[in-house]
């Protein structure tokens, strides 16, 4: 695999002199930075002085990637003021607390915004700013069964068993970073259109319940029943489904369409007195079918089986098996920077093509040389700045082992900086 990173300062990409801070957090606002971070935006982290309850080493926080990390604590007399300093020369802000918290520490929308009228300021929760929940701590999965998109997602042993879990992708990733990214991008237009910043409440609820609206559209049409299991694209179709082979291995099928499916069924076998596929009465037998055909031989024998072919049915990867795949490694899907296996940035361009720049930037190492690039002559350490700010910090702090400084961590301490997913606002 080789190694397609840049040197630090030369990459270029879309959003290239697009400024962003970043409060630190843990979950889908870091996720929504890597991403503009990787689109070329220049992306200063903020990390507080406080050990990450995460635990894991920063030099292989992916996330943080494309970064540059200063060392802030927000609970100081000049904590506030330093961050307003860098929020005056930024295009966008991203922070991931529970609603009040920011403006409790002094860098709320109305204080930087009142600092720099064209900011964007995007807010990343899991029940968004208003609501009977919005104060309630809250994980991914949570927020993904209350906008009725957990429901939706087929269960291992059927349609009368838990749904799956499918990580923290589909709400804090999907319906979190990827609808803060486009609240910000669309902002930043119009902020540059008309001078005038504003909020981006980005609520994981709501952007998992846009997830599904064509699901809606089809419940509308009386083409789809509000329970699990039944439906074309939920795992009730045995033609849409996801089987296992001899040796264990798994296979999705994805034959949806008419000459798809005879391509399907030819290749496996299924005989023709098979029954038809839109005879939803004769479903489970026709199931039963499959899975007795692909019980027969392995996983890989069958994936040589339909190779080329358009029947539509891929291996069940994991991880690691992805990353060694034939296709996306002729792609470039995933690349390894540092060692560390990882996928390249996303979605391609032509002209402005994003890159890994930098590798995830350590806790405050980066303060002198965003003073200088950024002119935040507050951001360099003094005497007064008691070793938690800026090199003094960063030398002070191990290399083996360290982790990386997170809003989340200091929860605890007084309640006031309940932050984003550690605390229930994000993953």
């Known amino acids: 695999m080789r190694d397609t990173s840049t040197p630090p300062g030369t990459g270029t990409g879309p959003l290239a002199g697009v400024r962003v801070v970043e409060l630190a957090g843990i979950g889908p606002g870091p996720f929504a930075a890597m991403l503009l971070a990787d689109l070329g935006a220049d992306v200063v982290r903020v990390d507080r002085p406080d050990p990450s309850p995460l635990g894991i080493d920063p030099a292989r926080d992916v996330t943080n990637r494309n ?5 802030i604590d927000l609970k100081s007399p000049e904590g506030a003021g330093r961050v307003l300093d860098l929020v005056e020369r930024a295009d966008l802000l991203i922070e991931g607390y529970r609603p009040g918290v920011a403006e409790r520490l002094g860098v709320g929308p109305h204080a930087c915004l009142a600092r720099n009228p064209a900011l964007v300021y995007g807010r ?3 029940w968004g ?15 993904a069964a209350v906008a009725g998109v957990l429901g939706v997602v087929a269960a291992p042993g059927g349609p009368d068993q838990p749904p799956g879990i499918p990580a923290n992708l589909l709400g804090d990733y999907a319906g979190g970073s990827l609808y803060l990214a486009v609240g910000l991008l669309a902002a930043l237009h119009h902020a540059r259109a008309t001078g005038a910043g504003q909020v981006v409440d980005a609520a994981i609820v709501d952007g998992a319940a846009h997830l599904s ?35 264990g291995g798994y296979l999705a099928v994805g034959a949806l369409e008419p000459r798809f499916y005879a391509e399907f069924a030819r290749l496996l076998e299924l005989g023709p007195d098979a029954p038809g596929q839109h005879d939803p009465a004769r479903w489970p037998e026709l199931r039963g079918l499959i899975a007795a055909r692909f019980a027969t031989r392995t996983r890989a024998e069958w994936e040589a089986v339909f190779a080329g072919s358009d029947a539509c049915v891929e291996p ?10 034939a296709h996306l490694v002729a792609r470039g ?37 965003v003073a200088r690039d950024w002119a935040v002559p507050s951001l360099r350490p003094t005497a007064a700045d008691d070793g938690t700010t800026a090199r003094d910090a960063e030398a002070a702090r191990p290399d083996a082992g360290a982790v990386a400084p997170d809003a989340g961590a200091a929860a605890a301490d007084s309640g006031t900086a309940a932050p984003d997913s550690e605390t229930g606002q994000g993953a």
Do not use: C
């Open 67 to 71: 970064k540059r990390s200063v060392l």
């Open 124 to 126: 990343m929760t899991g």
């Open 333 to 369: 899907t995933y690349l390894e920077v540092d060692g560390v296996t990882q996928p390249a940035p996303a979605p391609r361009f032509s002209a402005t093509p994003g890159a890994v720049r930098r590798p995830p930037a350590r806790p405050g190492a980066d303060t002198a040389e």
């Open 129 to 143: 700013q208003q609501g009977p929940r919005a104060a309630a701590a809250g994980h991914d999965l949570g927020y």
């Open 213 to 247: 609206s064509m699901l809606w559209g089809l419940l509308a049409a009386g083409h789809w029943q509000d329970r699990r299991g039944v439906n074309l694209l939920d795992g009730g179709a045995p033609f849409y489904a996801v089987y296992r082979a001899a040796d």
């Open 316 to 325: 069940v990867l994991t991880m690691r098996q992805s990353a060694a795949d």
